[in-house]
């Protein structure tokens, strides 16, 4: 079945440092990619999304490339910064489908 | 701006109460959803809704089961809470439900 697998956190980085969060996904069809983000105590909140091979999403300085060959929509910051830590989600919907497939969550804290 | 609301950010109830949680959305959005989520265990599905009087189990729906008489409003129900269901209540909105969701803030509940 359709799935996303991310990369285990926790993940701890020092500001300004470079971050990457990795996504892979199983699906049937051609999906819809996202990347959620989850502040403390809040809901989540759409961060980007793409929708066909090659596309970049983009938002806030991250970026994320919707890989049809490898599978893969990784999440890509230059420069973090204290206010990103949050927890960060990989989904995926298909056409047809009746809901988005969520990966487990990325917990990412920032150090100042 | 889309906006879901839930009708409480923390609740405390005792084992063998029904609770109700309620979530409203105000961009006409067809279809809803319940979600739970846990550490180490991501967000899990509970029961959606497509339409008005319509609903289908989700990922986990034994426990729960759900309202939807308006097309704004979609609530959960604990038919006789149990310490096993302390855990945050997320509720979420689309259009189409493959599409990008917007959640509500979350309720965070407690059964003791």
Redesign the interface.
Known sequence: GDSVTQMEGPVTLSEEAFLTINCTYTATGY??L?W?VQYP??????LL?ATKADDKGSNKGFEATYRKETTSFHLEKGSVQVSDSAVY?CAL????????V????TRLTINP | DVK?TQSSRYLVKRTGEKVFLECVQDMDHENM?WYRQDP????R?IY?S?DVKMK?K?DIPEGYSVSREKKERFSLILESASTNQTSMY?C?SSTY??????????TRLLVL
Do not use: D, H, M, R
Request: proline content about 6%; cysteine-free.
């Open positions: 999906p819809s996202f959620y105590g809040e809901g989540l909140q759409l999304k989600f919907g298909i056409q047809g489908a009746q809901k988005l969520f990966g487990q969550g | 879901v959803f180490g265990l991501g967000l599905l959606f497509y289908e989700g997320l979420a439900p493959q599409e990008t969701q917007y959640f509500g803030p979350g």
